[in-house]
């Protein structure tokens, strides 16, 4: 019997080896085909997801550490702009976007654009991408962010530039409708400060119960999942509440950075560990629902991500921090679901085509409203239902007759004269049918009333969805 999709669970595929520093940034790409990883080592490195090799390194001497990774790609809208880049924060202070070539993954290092955004050594603490905008917002050690125009993913043009006070902004998202404001977190002060992106005007500022060792948005915006440097567990938070609704059962012994994602939409999340460990815990109950890890731990696992290739495929990543890191890839792979008579019916012209059937709430109340409206109107149709009835029995009682006749060798005369009585019979049901139908139509208001009665409720039409 297979398992439940809600029991299957991530098993190991493999152990990326190459890095020769702790891992700073992981990445997946949107298709899921490509893991992008940079650390202490200056390297970037393009992992393919399928192959689970390295297939490209890219380097500067200008780099230092690899301190953040991101994408910037253009939106569909915008395709005449450029198609997708490889954005590298580095520890000394600077930007460098590298294009990848037209239908590959493989990026060009000769055309990448690279440039100082702060003061030497002062290095990029956070970055994010607006693809709705082609904004990028980058953000300092020292406590500095500034906003770019990014053209053709490729060259960036200052917007604005502020300072967050007191604090290192460590997570830096864009959220809201048409991604119009962006939220700032302040490593170990717990500061939230939600600002106007176009503007960079303070919006309003909140402070959350422990220091913020890294933070994460959910996709539809509505929870917030923060690693508790002060407690060193992980707190989830109703967006943007600042008191947070449930803790995780996530015990640390130090309390280091860790990193958090969304997992799966927002149904799971994925927490780092000091412990050499990827924990996986169920949004809903709070409750852990995997540790993962191997039999012989490497340091911590600082940084993770995750990523959904497909509805049967769910990545998670994780990179140690130890002198030999490694990258650790768990997969989880769901069955394709049976399909079952009931969930699908088959395409008059194409009888091997099965098209999905599904049975809703709306369906059922649907079906309900016209099971009513023929049980209203019976008194009105059914005496003409079972008239017709009796008159198509008549005159099929004469053609039964007339064929007996025929096949016993009748005479022409008599023949003849059950053709005329069948005929006659056959007009006075035509004619009798016609009568029945103005009279039915004379009822119309039984249906039409029933009709506005569903459409108070709100019931699409009269259309039954099945």
């Not at 999709?5 to 991530?10: A, L, R």
């Not at 509440?241 to 860790?258: Q, W």
């Not at 050499?276 to 169920?282: E, K, L, W």
Request: glycine share 10%.
């Amino acid at each position: 019997m297979p398992m439940e999709p809600n029991k299957i669970e991530y098993t190991l595929s493999a152990e990326l080896k190459g890095s020769q520093d702790a891992v700073n940034a992981l990445v997946f790409s949107k298709d899921g085909r490509i893991l992008v990883s940079g650390g202490d080592d200056g390297r970037v490195r393009v992992w393919n997801t399928e192959t689970l090799k390295c297939e490209q390194i890219l380097y500067s001497s200008r780099w230092g550490q690899v301190t953040t990774l991101s994408w910037v790609t253009a939106e569909p809208s915008h395709a005449e702009m450029g198609g997708a880049s490889i954005c590298v924060g580095t520890g000394q202070g600077g930007l460098c976007l590298c294009p990848m070539a037209t239908g590959s993954t493989w990026f060009l290092m000769k055309n990448a654009s690279a440039l100082s955004v702060f003061e030497f050594n002062d290095a990029v603490e956070a970055q994010a991408y607006d693809p709705l905008n082609q904004r990028l917002v980058v953000t300092s050690h020292s406590g500095k962010i500034k906003m770019y125009l990014v053209e053709k993913c490729l060259t960036v043009t200052e917007l604005w530039s502020t300072n967050l006070e007191n604090a290192i902004p460590r997570g830096v998202h864009f959220f809201g409708g048409a991604n119009q404001n962006l939220l700032i977190h302040g490593l170990e002060t717990g500061e939230m400060s939600c600002r106007d992106a176009q503007s960079s005007n303070i919006m309003w500022n909140k402070t959350l119960t422990g220091g913020i060792g890294n933070a994460t948005l959910s996709p539809d915006e509505t929870l917030l999942l923060v690693d508790n440097l002060t407690t060193g567990m992980f707190d989830m938070y109703h967006f943007p509440a600042s008191t947070p609704s449930i803790t995780f059962p996530l015990t640390s012994t130090r309390h280091f950075i860790k990193q958090c994602v969304f997992a799966e939409g927002a149904k799971f999340a994925v927490c780092g560990s000091n412990s050499g460990r990827v924990h996986v815990v169920d949004v809903a109950t709070g409750e852990p629902t995997q540790s993962l890890g191997t039999d012989q731990e490497r340091g911590m696992i600082q940084i993770v991500a995750a990523t959904t290739v497909n509805e049967n495929t769910h990545i998670i990543a994780g990179g140690s921090t130890s002198k030999s890191p490694v990258i650790y890839i768990w997969h989880k792979k769901l069955p394709n679901r049976a399909v079952t008579p009931m969930d699908t019916e088959t395409d008059a012209n194409h009888p091997m085509i099965k098209i999905p059937r599904t049975i809703t709430k709306q369906s059922l109340i649907n079906c309900a409203f016209a099971l009513l409206i023929v049980l209203v109107s019976y008194p009105n149709w059914s005496p003409f239902f079972w008239k017709i009835i009796a008159l198509s029995s008549v005159a099929l009682a004469r053609g039964a007759t007339f064929i007996a006749k025929f096949s016993g060798g009748a005479n022409v005369d008599s023949l003849a004269t059950d053709t005329l009585v069948i005929a006659k019979e056959v007009g006075r049901v035509m004619k009798e049918g016609g009568n029945i139908l103005a009279d039915v139509a004379g009822d119309a208001g039984v249906l039409a009333g029933a009709a506005e009665g569903a459409r108070a409720l709100s019931i699409p039409g009269g259309v039954i969805y099945l």
